[in-house]
């Protein structure tokens, strides 16, 4: 079974960067959609931001100009460039990739990121 390899998060003060990075553990074909789900404490999983295999880009309304999602195909690594961090983004942050065959979803175990002074 692939599985979705994650790293870089870490605690950083607000302001601060953090780049994420994602790995597939093996090979998963026909891939539609990258992205990053978070989830605060005691908050719901949401979607921090995706990259479909055509390119489109999409961003919660709280992440936008903050964040940026992108992939390496050479690495075959999906990134999340995270700028001007705030406390408010303290959150477990996964992976998930979605593919057109089965199993369909991937995800990741989770990378915590923790904004605080």
């Known amino acids: 079974q692939v599985q979705l390899v994650e790293s870089g998060g870490g605690l950083v003060q607000p302001g601060g960067s953090l780049r994420l990075r994602c790995t597939p553990s093996?090979?998963?074909?026909?891939?539609?959609?990258m992205a990053w789900v978070r989830q605060g404490p005691g908050k719901e999983r949401e979607l921090a931001a995706s990259?479909?295999?055509?390119?489109?880009?999409t961003y919660a309304d709280s992440v936008k100009g903050r964040f940026t999602i992108s992939y390496d195909s050479v690495k075959n690594t999906v990134y999340l460039q995270m700028d001007s961090l705030k406390p408010e983004d303290t959150a477990l942050y996964f992976c998930k990739w979605t593919s057109a065959r089965d199993p369909f979803t991937y995800w990741g175990q989770g990378t915590q990121v923790t904004v605080t002074t």
């Open positions: 093996g090979d998963i074909y026909s891939v539609l959609t």
């Open positions: 990259l479909t295999g055509a390119g489109v880009t």
